[in-house]
Nanobody, 114 residues
Framework: QVHFVESGGGLVQPGGSLRLSCAAS????????MSWVRQAPGKGLEWVSD????????YYADSVKGRFTISRDNAENMLYLQMDSLKPEDTAVYYC???????RGQGTQVTVSS
């Protein structure tokens, strides 16, 4: 079955960087577009970024454009999110997601605070 394991979150100061990873299994990873979504405390799910199946096209929410970079390694079934110039409003639990599948992993907590 489809399974995601997110990692790489933590506590970072404003302006800092983190690199999130998502290990995917249970499906043909290279055939699917993938996404990162996040959920801040007390708020709904927010789309962050998409990448197409081959990795050649990427899309970003306006709130993270220019600061975050999504990438993937289809040989390793891995999805990444490089987050730079982090802001307190980026604090959230981050999840990877697959097109056409509503399930999520446990997520990884990102906290941006001084």
């Amino acid at each position: 079955q489809v399974h995601f394991v997110e990692s790489g979150g933590g506590l970072v100061q404003p302006g800092g960087s983190l690199r999130l990873s998502c290990a995917a299994s249970g499906f043909s990873f290279s055939k699917y577009a993938m996404s990162w979504v996040r959920q801040a405390p007390g708020k709904g799910l927010e789309w962050v970024s998409d990448i197409n199946s081959g990795g050649s096209s990427t899309y970003y929410a306006d709130s993270v454009k220019g600061r975050f970079t999504i990438s993937r390694d289809n040989a390793e079934n891995m999805l990444y999110l490089q987050m730079d110039s982090l802001k307190p409003e980026d604090t959230a639990v981050y999840y990877c997601a697959r097109a056409g599948y509503s399930g999520r992993g446990q997520g990884t907590q990102v906290t941006v605070s001084s």
